[in-house]
């Protein structure tokens, strides 16, 4: 029973096995990080059956968040806006977010808003999230925003204006600074693969040219 049980799994294994060796599959083997939630399926999917409707991010995005105008968002390495569940990212008037930088469930990012005399208008105000910064759960990133790098965002702060130093957390509704952090505690890791996404990094600046608009 087990040996039948095999031979029917077999083509499976055997196909996902050719699938691997194709190189734009690399970032399957290659990456880590993903919280075991990337793999064929996941990619499958987000990028083929465009499950969730994020077909057009080209980082790995939960199916039940939601990215808009992904051609207006630029990441960097290790991050993903979106992985984690119930997230709203809204691109219309660009989000630059810098490498490992980590955002939790349910996080919104806006970047343009309704003009209040007029609803029909929006007004675009990017933002700009430096590097290892940490959004914690339920957090809002109002329009214009800037993070500097190692900020740490409180979960369920709303964060309506700009903390560009960095290097500290801040909390509360609107956020405002709770306590500076100690730069040199502060750990610039490095993942072993450098990916952008699904996209290896030697070849980002190739994709951006041809697909981005920031």
Not at 77 to 82: A, L
Not at 118 to 138: E, F, H
Not at 184 to 197: E, F, L, M, N, Q
Request: charged share 20%.
């Amino acid at each position: 029973m087990k040996k039948f049980r095999f031979l029917i799994k077999k083509p499976q294994y055997l196909f996902i096995s050719i699938i691997l060796r194709i190189p734009y599959f690399s970032f399957l083997r290659e990456t880590k990080g993903y919280d075991n939630l990337v793999n064929l399926t996941f990619w499958f999917l987000q990028k083929v059956l465009n499950f969730g409707g994020n077909k057009k991010a080209y980082w790995p995005v939960h199916w039940s968040s939601q990215v808009y105008d992904a051609e207006n968002i630029l990441i960097g390495t290790g991050t993903y806006p979106g992985l984690a569940k119930g997230c709203y990212i809204q691109g219309m008037g660009g989000i630059s977010i810098g490498d490992y930088t980590l955002i939790a469930p349910n996080v919104i990012i806006v970047s343009a808003n309704h003009d209040v005399y007029d609803k029909k208008k929006y007004i675009l105000a990017p933002v700009k999230i430096g590097n290892y910064c940490w959004l914690g759960a339920g957090v809002k990133i109002m329009p214009g925003v800037e993070l500097g790098d190692f900020t740490v965002v409180a979960a369920g702060a709303v964060v309506t204006k700009s903390f560009v130093d960095g290097y500290c957390i801040i909390s509360g509704v609107p956020a405002s600074e709770m306590k500076k952090l100690d730069e040199t505690k502060c750990v610039r890791y490095k993942s072993r693969a450098d990916y952008i996404g699904y996209i290896k990094k030697s070849r980002f600046e190739l994709y951006k040219k041809k697909h981005l608009k920031v």
